[in-house]
């Protein structure tokens, strides 16, 4: 085959580099070029997970549209959104379609490209085209894989600042599930290290964060903002009465709803706690405390109503192990339900209680339980696990709550303040917690992000 002289060669590439070009210039991405502050800033706020699910990025939409932004919300929808969401004009939602489901014949190693790939191409699809260039785009990290990457592409592209919300390390997560050596974890961890570097802005739940991230390996340089989260409007204290009655009877079991007068009366204490059914969260260490707690040989120990709310892979398993300990006798004077609410009843739930259980384990260390905040706002003092250095920034021992690393140790916290003698305790905590819960997310909000993001606070 006769070879393309070279003369011809240069011309062909050129043409075709111009052709490339102005191919781009036509159909590429278009750049914002509306208002970059005040009213009618375009945000895109994305959460590669369930919208439902998601509050603080929920209250950060809000936010915004508050002040006058129009927000693209970006995200799954498996359950419900908060109504705000739906209600307002300024917040559009843009469901992501379901990722694929592995089939438990193919290998995690096997599978797990094939969704970031399916991730990729419908958030870059949706990003770049479908809408409209923004002036922000707000990511939540994580999942960082592979939204950082994705996120940092399209704002390049469009002219569009990002701002990454760090509510952890989609690193450590991993780590949490997989071991610590795991190759995907060491990939995992350079890549969020390399695009987490990319932000135009900084947020991080915690002070103890925000140290960190300037730290190797992440080394982020940018400007960075602590944000706490703080419980929305719809969590507050409720003065006990029919109020608390007529809640009890609507979102309480109908099997359970005989205890009522007994918790009416104070004679049984009424437990919430919201879990994920993850290993993140160690359901097993509250049900060996109350099994611990009804088995107290020393006292009559005051019976227990607790209500278990939230869904998530593991919740078969601990419902198998519930039933067992109920049939074996080893729950005496204890009874436990689940429940998934909505997001209204599962805030008069947590107003309606004596105590809220929290068994976050973070796995950076650095993050803190959004649950905690919902309970304060509600004005529910709290039992949390401890372990992990930010847990201070948000629970004061023995002023809105109690710390506990072992199921022993919250065992004598239950029995403590669950006890007649022990209510003058657990009235303390709960002025504590109303007093915790008194600073609203918009007041948090309004302070430290709406004049970075050219809002006026």
Not at 329 to 350: C, H, M, R, W
Request: glycine share 8%.
């Amino acid at each position: 085959m006769a070879s393309i002289p070279v003369a011809l060669m240069i011309p062909a590439l050129v043409l075709t580099g111009l052709a490339l070009l102005v191919t781009y210039l036509v159909l590429g991405p278009s750049k914002y070029g509306g208002p970059s502050s005040g009213k009618g800033v375009v945000v895109h706020v994305l959460v590669l997970g369930d919208i439902g699910r998601s509050p603080r990025m929920t209250y950060h939409a809000l936010s915004i549209a508050k002040h006058g932004g129009k927000v693209n919300l970006i995200g799954y929808l498996e359950t419900p959104p908060h109504p705000s969401l739906l209600s307002s004009p300024s917040i559009t939602i843009h469901a992501l379609p379901p990722p694929p489901v592995r089939p438990a014949r193919i290998p995690f190693l096997l599978f797990a490209p094939f969704k970031v790939l399916h991730q990729f191409f419908c958030l870059f699809a949706l990003l770049s085209y479908t809408l409209p260039p923004s002036q922000w785009l707000l990511v939540q990290n994580p999942p960082s894989i592979p939204t950082l990457f994705i996120a940092s592409l399209v704002c390049r592209l469009r002219s569009t600042k990002l701002l990454i919300d760090w509510h952890n390390y989609g690193w450590t997560i991993l780590s949490s599930t997989r071991g610590p050596r795991h190759p995907l974890v060491y990939i995992a961890k350079l890549y969020e290290c390399l695009f987490g570097r990319l932000g135009d802005h900084n947020l991080t739940v915690t002070h103890a964060m925000a140290r960190q991230l300037r730290l190797p390996p992440y080394k982020i340089r940018g400007p960075m903002t602590a944000v706490h989260d703080r419980p929305a409007e719809i969590f507050k204290p409720m003065w006990w009465g029919k109020a608390r009655q007529d809640v009890l009877e609507r979102v309480l079991p109908a099997e359970q709803r005989d205890l009522l007068p007994s918790i009416m009366e104070g004679n049984t204490k009424l437990i919430v706690s919201s879990t994920s059914w993850t290993r993140d969260e160690d359901f097993g260490i509250l049900l060996d405390a109350l099994v611990a707690y009804a088995a107290d040989p020393v006292s009559d120990t005051t019976p227990v109503l607790a209500v278990i709310t939230g869904k998530g892979p593991q919740k078969e398993m601990y419902l198998a192990q519930i039933a067992e300990l109920t049939r074996s006798g080893q729950l005496p004077n204890v009874s436990i339900v689940t429940a998934f609410l909505p997001f209204e009843d599962y805030a008069k739930l947590l107003a309606c209680a004596d105590l809220g259980v929290c068994l976050h384990m973070s796995s950076s260390g650095v993050d803190l339980p959004m649950k905690v905040v919902d309970m304060f706002g509600a004005g529910l003092p709290v039992a949390a696990f401890c372990g992990y250095e930010s847990f201070g920034e948000l629970v004061k021992e023995g002023v809105n709550g109690r710390g506990f690393e072992t199921y022993g140790e919250l065992s004598i916290i239950l029995r403590t303040l669950l006890s007649p003698e022990g209510s003058g305790e657990l009235e303390v905590l709960r002025k504590g917690a109303v007093k915790e819960g008194a600073r609203r997310w918009d007041e948090e909000w309004d302070k430290k992000v709406a004049k970075m993001m050219g809002f006026e606070a």
